[in-house]
């Protein structure tokens, strides 16, 4: 592609005009064509036997689901423009507030400082060697919320404030303060500690401090990360990037870990790394060992080696009510009844495990039916007709459609074998 074409490229980009919109567009072009071969086979076809209507039904059908996924890809794709113009908007006002300085601050009523003291304790299990964790939070009012856990002399306490903490909430960097007595940025901490420090910026504002009595390794400063950038959605819905391959893999094993036990008592996500935390107190030991736990008592490893879930209680108690009922009347808020979720969670929950929505599996089941059915019955007493019209098929040719698709041929060849 020549460089003229890549800046066409991109600024078609630019303009909304991504590669599923034009997908979109063959997909309407394939409904034309289809619709046009469609009549002219009705042309060629004489007769009104059987498999002759069904092949003219499938073929209008298809140019009717054609179109229909044109339709609906057309509309995600708009959402995700509109979805992602959001996102600029919000990213450059926030590149803008802090450009002059004016993040904004919560009130004090709105910091959530239960949550936060919690994590300032459970952030003491990071590793073996933190003594001493502070959430610090600059509230509208002007003053700073403060939340520790652990032991550290006011002194020593006021230092980390007026010298890294100071300089985190300034440059919103994190700042690692490995040697107190050596390092000549804090006069005042070279008496005062003799471990180290790890400052960590929350999103826009806020810091995490731990004092530790020797230096963090990778996988420790990774974990840290991890429950700065939790503290970080507490206050502004924002995360944490780590940069290392050691990181990566520590912060990994913490998110599983999280994630697991989210499933295991139907939590939801958010709360998977304060079962974590409080985990790793209660046994006494840091929060990588107490990670690496969870993964080995909750995800046996899968072929290539990473954890592998079990499915949650709720999929399953989803799943059994829509296999009992799929020959009757099924209500998505009945299903959801019978898991113990809320609609949405339901949605949620059969789309990150079974990669379809609840009637999609429905239909899935009914389809299956529909099939063992069709198989045992005698084509001088049924028709597909009647066994489409029993598992819930309303429109003959969308169900012609959807057997051949699965089975790879039409309804009535397998009734007639």
Known sequence: MSEA????HRKAGRAGT???????????????????TSLQDRG????????????????????????AAATALRGDVDEVLRVARGRRGDAQRAKE???????????????????????????????????????????????VLETAA??????????????????????????????????????????AHAGAFLVLPLGLFGTLTLATADALDDADRAVAREIAAHAAALLTRDGVAVATRTAARARSLVVTASTLLARQHELDPSEGLDALLERAVSAGTTVLDSARRVVDELGPPTDDGTPRAP??????????YLEEHAAGEVDVADVAAAAGLGVRGLQMTFRRWRSTTPLGHLRDIRLTRAHEELQASDP???????????????????????????YGCSPSETLRA
């Open 18 to 36: 991504p590669d599923a919109r034009r997908v979109a567009d063959m997909l309407d072009d394939i409904s034309t064509e289809l619709e046009t």
């Open 97 to 143: 507030q802090t450009r002059r300085g004016r993040a904004v601050r919560p009130a004090t009523a709105e910091v959530p400082v239960a949550d936060l003291e919690r994590l300032a304790r459970q952030a003491l299990a990071v590793s073996g060697d933190v003594v001493w964790a502070e959430i610090a939070v600059p509230v509208l009012e002007g003053s």
């Open 150 to 191: 652990g032991r550290l002399p006011s002194a020593t306490a006021r230092a980390v404030a007026l010298g890294p903490r100071a300089e985190v909430l300034r440059s919103a960097f994190p700042v690692t303060v490995d040697e107190p007595g050596a390092d000549i940025r804090w006069p005042d901490l070279r008496s």
């Open 380 to 406: 001088r007493e049924t028709t597909v007709a009647d066994v489409a019209h029993r598992w819930h098929f309303t429109h003959p040719g969308r169900f012609s459609v959807t057997y051949r698709r699965r």
């Open 5 to 8: 074409e890549q800046r066409r």
């Open 311 to 320: 499915e949650p209680a709720t999929l399953r108690r989803a799943v059994a």
């Open 44 to 67: 060629r076809v004489t007769g009104d036997g059987a498999e002759a209507t069904e092949n003219r039904m499938v073929r209008e059908t298809q140019a009717s689901l054609a179109r």
